[in-house]
């Protein structure tokens, strides 16, 4: 016969042994959307390939857009490259930051020592275009993202960049919630407006009046009109006064000047386009300019809620708000 003493212990062993395996189970366990525990990752790119260790959490952002995309993800980085003065204003960073907005490295050019300082687990400059130089500079400061070769430089696709920065930061599986929820706000759109498709869709990117500045398919800036079914104008680049007629389109969207500067200018007021009010403004301070820019998956379902529905207004002749200040 066993003695009480040595029964409580068996006793209690065997019901840790079960607590044990109970535990070992829960944590087997995943969800589907939750991503499996970090491991290194290794990114191919068009220089090699970088090694970054498992949960890095001091990140720098380099290239000009690349913030848009790990800010999406839930990591706010320590350091991020100037650009727009206002990023920290817009909708979807103030909602990602608390209001708190992002650090700044100053400078026109990459801010090497400034990069240096912020101590970086990793740094992304995908959106950029980064040489050998660059890239080994910034390897010797931490583990550097960079785009493969697949694609010309700063034309990376906003889908491969937000997988590639998921990738990177052991984020894999909500990065590609992120690309199946904006895919998803797309097809609805175009199932909703089937009067996209087909028309043409002539994008002017510039902050000045009497400089236009056409951008054609392909180019990021332009990727929620080319996911909506819009073709793009052959011309790209530097348009003249006398040339403005190149501006022509089922629809015309001016990005960086507001629907009142250009009121002064009468050869644009003279367009067909312009005149039938199927010309839509995003102003070089709005959030839609911003949203448009950076293209980071908030950023682009920001941007589907202001443009679609006057994009199918213009299209349909109904009057077209002033997105200017959107």
Same mark, same amino acid.
């Given at each position: 016969?066993?003695?009480?003493?040595?029964? @409580?212990?068996?006793?209690?062993?065997?019901?840790?042994?079960?607590?044990?395996?109970?535990?070992?189970?829960?944590?087997?366990?995943?969800?589907?959307?939750?991503?499996?525990?970090?491991?290194?990752?290794?990114?191919?790119?068009?220089?090699?390939?970088?090694?970054?260790?498992?949960?890095?959490?001091?990140?720098?952002?380099?290239?000009?857009?690349?913030?848009? @995309?790990?800010?999406?993800?839930?990591?706010?980085?320590?350091?991020?490259?100037?650009?727009?003065?206002?990023?920290?204003?817009?909708?979807?960073?103030?909602?990602?930051?608390?209001?708190?907005?992002?650090?700044?490295? =100053?400078?026109?050019?990459?801010?090497?020592?400034?990069?240096?300082?912020?101590?970086?687990? +990793?740094?992304?400059?995908?959106?950029?275009?980064?040489?050998?130089?660059?890239?080994?500079?910034?390897?010797?400061?931490?583990?550097?993202?960079?785009?493969?070769?697949?694609?010309?430089?700063?034309?990376?696709?906003?889908?491969?960049?937000?997988?590639?920065?998921?990738?990177?930061?052991?984020?894999?599986?909500?990065?590609?919630?992120?690309?199946?929820?904006?895919?998803?706000?797309?097809?609805?759109?175009?199932?909703?407006?089937? =009067?996209?498709?087909?028309?043409?869709?002539?994008?002017? @990117?510039?902050?000045? +009046?009497?400089?236009?500045?056409?951008?054609?398919?392909?180019?990021?800036?332009?990727?929620?009109?080319?996911?909506?079914?819009?073709?793009?104008?052959?011309?790209?680049?530097?348009?003249?006064?006398?040339?403005?007629?190149?501006?022509?389109?089922?629809?015309?969207?001016?990005?960086? +000047?507001?629907? =009142?500067?250009?009121?002064?200018?009468?050869?644009?007021?003279?367009?067909? +386009?312009?005149? =039938?009010?199927?010309?839509?403004?995003?102003?070089?301070?709005?959030?839609?300019?911003?949203?448009?820019?950076?293209?980071?998956?908030?950023?682009?379902?920001?941007?589907?809620?202001?443009?679609?529905?006057?994009?199918?207004?213009?299209?349909?002749?109904?009057?077209?708000?002033?997105?200017?200040?959107?």
């Amino acid at each position: 016969m066993l003695k009480k003493s040595r029964v @409580f212990v068996l006793l209690a062993a065997f019901l840790l042994g079960l607590g044990l395996l109970t535990g070992c189970g829960g944590s087997d366990s995943q969800s589907a959307s939750e991503d499996p525990p970090a491991e290194s990752v290794t990114i191919d790119h068009k220089f090699g390939q970088t090694t970054i260790p498992a949960n890095p959490e001091r990140v720098v952002t380099v290239g000009w857009n690349d913030q848009d @995309f790990v800010l999406a993800l839930g990591v706010v980085p320590v350091g991020t490259r100037s650009w727009f003065e206002n990023y920290n204003d817009f909708p979807w960073v103030k909602e990602a930051t608390d209001g708190k907005g992002v650090p700044v490295i =100053e400078g026109d050019t990459i801010n090497f020592e400034a990069i240096a300082k912020a101590k970086p687990d +990793v740094i992304f400059a995908i959106y950029e275009t980064i040489d050998q130089k660059t890239y080994d500079q910034l390897s010797q400061i931490a583990p550097t993202v960079i785009q493969s070769d697949k694609y010309p430089d700063e034309e990376t696709p906003w889908d491969v960049q937000l997988l590639t920065t998921g990738e990177a930061l052991g984020k894999q599986q909500q990065a590609q919630g992120l690309v199946d929820e904006v895919n998803a706000r797309i097809d609805a759109a175009k199932q909703e407006h089937p =009067e996209f498709a087909g028309k043409t869709l002539v994008a002017d @990117f510039s902050s000045e +009046v009497d400089a236009p500045y056409l951008i054609g398919a392909g180019d990021p800036r332009r990727t929620l009109f080319d996911a909506l079914g819009f073709g793009a104008q052959e011309t790209v680049g530097d348009v003249s006064q006398e040339r403005l007629s190149l501006l022509e389109g089922d629809l015309l969207f001016v990005n960086g +000047v507001t629907k =009142e500067q250009l009121a002064d200018s009468p050869a644009f007021q003279r367009l067909n +386009v312009v005149r =039938e009010d199927r010309t839509l403004y995003a102003g070089s301070d709005s959030a839609l300019s911003g949203a448009l820019t950076y293209s980071g998956p908030n950023a682009l379902l920001y941007a589907l809620d202001v443009l679609t529905p006057q994009l199918s207004n213009a299209l349909q002749g109904r009057p077209v708000a002033d997105l200017s200040n959107s």
